[in-house]
């Protein structure tokens, strides 16, 4: 947290017990940590000038938060006019000798925007406003030039990197989504190729399910997760940034979770024989074990609530032929009650394990990501933006900037492994069940037990003969991930029982 105070401020502190809160100008600390400010005064915070740079936590949190209050486009809008106005309101000692010295500094503040936040660049207004800072700031400047045409360089290429990477994820959606004669019927899809056909080493997928994680995680940029909040915001109606891509790739990793949840369901229910579909069930046991050796909760946890889900928990005669200890000491591992202690204290022994790390693979930590965004959701509904007297509230940026930033930390892992293209090809555009789907293959395996289940075969044969080709992605179980696992564990565990 920032221990340089604004320059030429003055000050008003008094002490608290054996605190010490003090205010300057529009600018609040407690015990020398600033805890709110006036948004302009936030800004001009920011800005660097000759004798003072902003500390690094703080232009990260403020930048990562700001988009709660105003646009990016307008943040920089206002560094840029405080740029200018700066220079203009020297003397000629400092138009020659200060200039070169605050020109560096902007270019380190702009390379941490761009490094850290490259996806607020995607509106061109942004591009010709870090345009025009170039011009301003680095004029006469030869190293600040050189340092701003290659921060530049860097920032488009990641750009290039991001759209590229939307385009792969698009098609291969569009791939899976084909939805082939095998999946219209139980009995054809007994032709189709299964997971086991294609991996049926438990580590080795466990290792491929974790380069897709790791891949998808990397590009998901840090303000995604407070742009979500920013929904109903009135600068939505902006044209640009808010209008598109606010969070497609944060999206396009939870849609991730829920087909992994149903291709596991899948792979279950789709085999004719008993025996067959026991042996995927301990085979995906086996994945979810290694999943959680590896430090991956994530494909963990989607593993084990396509187990859970209802189609796969009523297969008791499945079940009964299933060795059960392992998958019960995972699934407490990541019981739900506690607000999942259980699990928390296991990505606390991951983090510190990634923290002290001698190799690649010590150092992966895959968060569950759906109660990540719960955390973070609740810390934001829980606390005030703005405090009675207007102020910004930069105790809550702080909590935020935090989890955001140990986020970042689990981001940046190179996956050690070794990819293998066809397992990774499959779990990614082999095409699923949808829910209703599932629910009838269940059946299929093990009839109804009741009027109920015969009522809700008879419906979902005449809606899926009528609709074959209905999408293939099921409904978003993201946030709600929870509440289902913790009911569909209890059904499953009374169903094995």
């Known amino acids: 947290q920032p221990q340089l105070l604004p320059f030429g401020s003055s000050a008003k502190a008094r002490l608290c017990g054996h605190s010490i809160t ?3 100008g529009e ?9 709110s400010a006036s948004l302009e005064a936030l800004i001009q915070h920011l800005v660097p000038t000759v004798d003072y740079y902003p500390d690094r936590s703080y232009v990260f949190t403020f930048l990562l938060s700001s988009r709660l209050f105003l646009h990016p486009y307008e943040l920089m809008t206002r560094v840029c006019h405080l740029c200018v106005e700066q220079q203009r309101s020297g003397d000629a000692l400092l138009d ?12 380190q503040l702009l390379t941490e925007w761009t490094e850290t936040f490259p996806y607020d660049f995607r509106d061109e207004r942004m591009m010709r406003c870090l345009k025009d800072m170039t011009l301003q700031v680095a004029r006469g400047d030869e190293y600040s030039w050189r340092a701003m045409q290659q921060m530049t360089q860097r920032l488009i290429k ?31 899809s007994a032709q189709r190729s299964d997971i086991l056909s294609v991996c049926d080493d438990p580590f080795i997928l466990a290792q491929q399910l974790t380069h897709i994680e790791l891949d998808r995680l990397s590009f998901i940029g840090p303000e995604e997760f407070i742009q979500s909040f920013a929904m ?40 004719v ?23 991956n909760f994530n494909s963990l946890m989607a593993i084990i609530t396509g187990m859970n889900m209802s189609p796969v928990a009523r297969l008791k005669k499945t079940w009964n032929k299933v060795n059960t200890d392992k998958f019960e000491i995972l699934e407490h591992q990541m019981d739900p009650s506690s607000n999942f202690s259980n699990y928390r204290t296991a990505l606390r022994g991951a983090t510190q394990r990634s923290e002290t790390a001698h190799s690649s693979q010590e150092k992966i930590v895959i968060p569950f990501f759906s109660l990540l965004i719960k955390d973070i959701y609740f810390l934001n509904e829980g606390c005030a933006n703005r405090l009675p007297n207007g102020h910004i509230n930069f105790e809550k940026l702080w909590e935020l900037a935090k989890q955001v930033s140990e ?25 699923v069940f949808t829910e209703d789907e599932l629910h009838l293959a269940s059946y299929e395996s093990e009839g109804p037990e009741n009027n109920m289940e015969k009522d809700s075969r008879r419906s979902l044969r005449l809606v899926l003969t009528d609709f074959c080709n209905v999408s293939i992605f099921p409904r978003t179980v993201t946030l709600i991930t929870c509440a289902l696992l913790h009911r569909s564990s209890l059904l499953h565990r009374e169903n094995r029982s």
């Open 273 to 295: 024989k008993k025996k067959h579909r026991a042996r995927i069930i301990e085979f995906f046991i086996d994945v979810a074990q290694e999943c959680f050796n590896i430090g």
């Open 232 to 271: 109903k915001d009135p600068l939505e109606n902006h044209k640009g940034f808010f209008r598109k891509r606010k969070t497609s790739n944060l999206e396009a990793y939870v849609n991730w979770f829920n087909r992994l949840s149903f291709l596991v369901a899948t792979e279950i229910c789709m085999p």
């Open 407 to 431: 986020f970042l930390v689990w981001r940046q892992v190179i996956c050690p492994f070794d990819r293998d293209r066809r397992i990774l090809q499959y779990l990614v555009t082999t095409p």
């Open 96 to 107: 020659k000798v200060g200039g070169s010295h605050v020109a560096p500094k902007l270019v």
């Open 158 to 188: 990641r750009l290039s990197a991001l759209g590229q990477y939307e385009e792969a994820v698009a098609a291969l959606n569009a791939v899976a989504q084909e939805r082939p004669a095998s999946l219209k019927s139980k009995q054809t």
């Open 27 to 35: 600018m609040c600390y407690h015990d020398n940590s600033l805890v």
């Open 22 to 24: 003090a205010s300057y």
